[in-house]
Nanobody
Framework: VQLVESGGGLVQAGGSLRLSCAAS????????MAWFRQTAGKEREFVAAIRWSDRTTYYADSVKGRFTISRDNAENTMALQMNSLKPEDTAVYYC??????????????????WGQGTLVTVSS
C-alpha cells in the first residue's frame, strides 16, 4: 500500500497550489480520505477530509473557503486545491486514508495509511 503526494512548492501569499495524492496497492474508494499538515515542533493537524459515499467534505476552520478537497475513486486519487494561501499555511502536507467505512475522522490516530508528505512554503 502506497500513498504518494505531489504538487508542493514555494508560492507567494495570495497564490494557489494544487496537491495530489495517488494511492496504489489497494483500492481506497470505500474509505474516507484526508489531508493533514504539520509544522516543526507541532502536532499534525487536520486540514480536510472527504467521504467516499457522497463525497461530503469537511474542513478545518482555518482553511474553509480557501481550500477544496476532491477525489476520483476510479483513479484512486485525491486532490487539495489551495487558494488564497497565507504564510501560516506553510507546512508539510500529508494525505491519509482510514481503513474503516464511515464518516471521516479529524484525528490522525484514526488514519492507517499515510503518504511521505509534500512541503508547501508560502512566502509573505
Amino acid at each position: 500500500v502506497q500513498l504518494v503526494e505531489s504538487g508542493g512548492g514555494l508560492v507567494q501569499a495570495g497564490g494557489s497550489l494544487r496537491l495530489s495524492c495517488a494511492a496504489s496497492g489497494r483500492t481506497f474508494s470505500s474509505y474516507p480520505m484526508a489531508w493533514f499538515r504539520q509544522t516543526a515542533g507541532k502536532e499534525r493537524e487536520f486540514v480536510a477530509a472527504i467521504r467516499w459515499s457522497d463525497r461530503t467534505t469537511y474542513y478545518a476552520d482555518s482553511v474553509k473557503g480557501r481550500f477544496t478537497i476532491s477525489r476520483d475513486n476510479a483513479e484512486n486519487t485525491m486532490a487539495l486545491q489551495m487558494n488564497s494561501l497565507k504564510p501560516e499555511d506553510t507546512a508539510v502536507y500529508y494525505c491519509a486514508v482510514e481503513s474503516r467505512v464511515g464518516l471521516p475522522s479529524r484525528l490522525q490516530r484514526d488514519y492507517d495509511y499515510w503518504g511521505q508528505g509534500t512541503l508547501v512554503t508560502v512566502s509573505s
